[in-house]
């Protein structure tokens, strides 16, 4: 006899008590099924602290919705009888109970929709209501613009969303965005970062680690040390604390690095909401009142806000109106192999050390290292946007498809040509000096460009403005790059370009530098 009406098929970033396949669940006629499967932990080889994120907070999500009542079919990596992949497990259980009703929400990841979608199944799909701007509304915003920006973008989410807006439909202090008032670098004395939240790991949490030490072994990143919330209650308490101690640092030193200060002033929180632990909403409201209270400036409010109804929306609207053609772009045609120190942080440039090093050992960095240190280079030495892509999807305890994809892509490798952002986001060594103090103590001189200790950025930042001038010169937002590389002389040029092959070819080679 069928006692069940509707399956739900709830994912392993979709731990939210407001999902909307979940929302009109009957908690005495449906089932909610859960499955934690190989395919997904090493489609690419994540890093072991992110798997052992979603594994627990899998489990304690399973927990809590059990507490609530419902009835919950979870199937743990080990169970004897796991298909291995999620369409196998939902044939496999969709055979078992014969539901009347398959209920999905919207998936993160192209790959895995397509592959649920053409499984055989009838399957009612909900709309991600986790956002502010639905896949058809963005694709509604895009239809016959020739070029999309963020910033356009952004004020309508403020229009629609009323955070930090006037009652005559103005924006509050007078501009849209304060990013020119959030790019300070640390001080070297006067200013010190909170001290990072850490969280126990609870006999769920342990049962997991012990699981992935046995199966992910091989895969980069270290799990000695993993403190990261892995539920509803930690993750509020891990964003309060960023209320109280970070965020009114924040808006002016969001851009800033330092030597082994992985967090500095940062949130740590995209991980938690990106597999549903908080809620972007109530995360603006806080922001928005911590202003209103004048517990914080302006710029920080803002900045903040901006990460999360401009990008974050943007990115997530982008995705899903471009793949899955989208993952093939190449507009450099980049064929460079991923340098082995990615994976090892092996590398004399203590840049690269310092951002690798950090997110091999908590899973994490922030967007400037990841943009402008660890992107930038994959960016100067052409390497192959698909490996940079699953580096970065492997690596960071909240990368997903959606939001990986597109700003690694887009943003670091301007792979799409310029389809999400305007100009390649390229610099030498002189950003990276400016922004941080590692240059300091590094085996390379930053205010050197030619010679066998200069700063690797420098010569590969020129090399890649003279080899890509055919297709950057014409972009209005690199005319000054070019009028500075015209100025030097032929013999300047000449030399950093020699000092870039040499570094490619060194590449090329295998060797680290």
């Known amino acids: ?120 199944l009838l399957i009612q799909w909900h709309s991600d209501t986790r956002f502010l701007c639905s896949r058809e509304a963005f694709a509604n915003w895009a239809k016959e613009k020739k070029q999309l920006r963020m910033e356009f973008f952004y004020r309508e989410m403020r229009q629609k969303s009323g955070l930090l807006m006037n009652s005559d439909g103005t924006p509050v202090g007078g501009s849209w965005n304060f990013d020119a008032d959030n790019r300070k670098a640390l001080p070297k004395k006067g200013v010190a970062a909170p001290y990072p939240a850490r969280f126990s790991a609870d006999a769920i949490t342990q049962d997991v680690l012990q699981l992935v030490r046995k199966h992910f072994a091989s895969h980069y990143g270290s799990i000695d040390v993993f403190d990261y919330p892995v539920t509803h209650a930690d993750a509020q308490s891990l964003w309060e604390y960023f209320l109280d101690y970070g965020l009114a640092g924040f808006g002016d030193y969001q851009d800033a690095m330092a030597t082994d200060e992985p967090f500095l002033f940062h949130a740590r929180i995209s991980a938690a909401l990106n597999i549903g632990l908080l809620d972007f909403r109530k995360l603006c409201r806080d922001v928005e009142s911590a202003w209103q209270s004048g517990r914080i400036r302006l710029n920080a409010a803002e900045g903040f806000i901006r990460q999360l109804i401009g990008w974050r929306e943007y990115v997530h609207g ?13 507009a450099f045609a980049n064929s460079r192999s991923l340098p082995e120190f990615y ?90 000096n400016r922004m941080s103090d590692y240059c300091s103590s590094c085996a390379y001189n930053v205010r050197e460009s030619t010679s066998d200790d200069a700063c690797p950025f420098n010569a590969l930042y020129w090399h890649f403005i003279m ?43 295998g060797e680290s530098f």
């Open 1 to 120: 006899m069928n006692n069940t009406r509707r399956l739900c098929l709830v994912l392993g970033d979709q731990l939210s008590f407001d999902l909307a396949s979940l929302t009109a669940l009957d908690a005495q006629r449906d089932a909610i099924l859960m499955v934690e499967v190989m395919e997904e932990a090493r489609h690419v080889p994540h890093h072991p602290q992110k798997i052992a994120l979603i594994f627990s907070a899998m489990r304690h999500f399973a927990s809590a919705l059990k507490l609530r009542g419902f009835c919950v079919h979870y199937v743990s990596l080990d169970d004897p009888q796991n298909a291995g992949s999620v369409p196998e497990e939902l044939l496999r259980w969709q055979s078992l109970l014969k539901p009347d009703e398959l209920h999905i929400t919207e998936c993160g990841d192209w790959r895995l929709e397509h592959s649920l979608k053409t499984c055989g």
């Open 343 to 432: 994976w090892t942080g092996k590398t004399q440039m203590n840049c690269m050390r310092q951002a690798i090093g950090q997110s091999l050992e908590y899973a994490y960095a922030h967007h400037i290292q990841r943009l402008m240190v660890t992107g930038n280079f994959a960016l100067l030495a052409g390497i192959a946007p698909e490996e940079i892509c699953e580096w970065y999807l492997a690596i960071y305890m909240d990368a997903f498809d959606w939001v990986e994809l597109p700003n690694t892509l887009g943003m670091v490798m301007h792979a799409d040509g310029g389809f999400l952002g305007s100009k390649p986001y390229c610099a030498s060594g002189q950003y990276i």
């Open 467 to 509: 080899r890509h001038g055919e297709l950057l010169r014409t972009n209005h937002r690199m005319a000054m790059t070019y009028k500075n590389l015209d100025r030097q002389t032929e013999s300047k040029r000449q030399a950093l370009w020699e000092r870039g092959q040499r570094l490619l070819n060194k590449l090329d080679c």
């Open 318 to 330: 982008v995705y899903w109106l471009k793949m899955p053609d989208y993952a093939g772009y190449n």
